[in-house]
């Protein structure tokens, strides 16, 4: 069974930063793509960034040149490093694993993590 564990989220002021951090697990093998998406009350959850094989990423325009993704596959870990918060980015912040490879077999669908919360004060 293939789990995501995030940790990290909390209250920051505006203009503070946070670390995200999501480890997977589950006897994986590998993992096509980590991201973290994110969902405001009352809006639709929202791609906040990705990464793909390691090396391609890809981010909102929202958070281009304040957030940077990360990953470390020896440890199926994703991070999300945000700076320079503001308010707006208030949310509950989702991870996910696409296209996993266990020992159990591949897996086409999206694994999502339980949700951390950010909450940004100004």
Known sequence: ??????????????????????????????????????????????LVARNTGGAVTNYADSVKCRFTIARDNTKNTVYLQMNSLKPEDKAVYYCYALGVRSSGGFYSNNFWGQGTQVTVSS
């Open 1 to 46: 069974q293939v789990q995501l564990v995030e940790s990290g989220g909390g209250l920051v002021q505006a203009g503070g930063s946070l670390r995200l951090s999501c480890a997977a697990s589950g006897n994986i093998l590998s993992i096509d793509t980590m991201g973290w998406y994110r969902q405001a009350p009352g809006k639709q959850r929202e």
